[in-house]
């Protein structure tokens, strides 16, 4: 049983928490730590690509992705509060995965837009490189020059790319023509509220 001290503490522990937290919701700026130990102010709610424009325009072109404490991130999803920020390159293992899974995407696009009628899977990266599952009759040699003449009109279109965060209800009907995806989704079954994805 709980004696009142031990509720006292966990209610001023909880008190501390929610205090900590309207404190952190109303800064306008944000401590962003760099791999080197270094730290600067930015605006709450900036992203790694601006952080990364702010240092140079070649590294803003360089990154791929960005890693807030320990978390992936795209690189204009805004960052809230305060992070170690690291920018990745396709140098690293970690920019090739973010990279190459961007690239499946850029495929199963030019795949729609050439067949309209092939039904989209998922887009896994592997060590060397990536591919897209999907369904449709196999492709001839001169299909996959369409498509790769078509990916490199896609890159060309410089096309925005947003992250969406879904209810998991919504994701389920979002992907509910594709059974992989909605496997992914868990279907109905996978203790989750939201999900996130990517729009154009």
């Excluded at 503490?9 to 900590?20: Q, V």
């Excluded at 850029?106 to 887009?123: D, E, H, N, S, Y």
Aim: charged share 30%; aromatic share 8%; hydrophobic share 40%.
């Amino acid at each position: 049983m709980a004696t009142a001290k031990g509720k006292k503490e966990a209610k001023n522990s909880e008190s501390a928490a929610a205090a900590a937290k309207k404190k952190e919701d109303g800064k306008s700026e944000i401590k962003i730590t760099f791999p080197d130990g270094a730290s600067r102010e930015f605006p709450k709610g900036t992203t790694a690509l601006k952080i990364a424009e702010g240092i140079s325009r070649g590294l803003a072109e360089e990154a791929v992705a960005a890693k807030v404490n320990g978390v992936l991130y795209d690189l204009t999803r805004p960052i809230e509060s305060d992070a170690a920020l690291q920018l990745l390159k396709f140098d690293s293992a970690e920019g090739k995965s973010v990279f190459w899974h961007s690239a499946a995407h850029v495929m199963a696009q030019a795949v729609t837009r050439l067949f309209p009628f092939a039904k989209l899977t998922i887009g896994p990266v592997f060590e060397s490189g990536f591919y897209y599952d999907l369904e449709h009759d196999p492709f001839k040699p001169q299909d996959l020059e369409k498509i790769e003449a078509e990916m490199a009109k896609i890159v060309a279109e410089k096309l925005d790319i947003h992250r969406k965060v879904l209810a998991k209800a919504e994701a389920l009907k979002v992907y509910s023509s594709s059974r992989k995806s909605l496997g992914l989704t868990g279907g109905g079954t996978r203790k989750t509220s939201l999900c996130s994805g990517f729009t154009e």
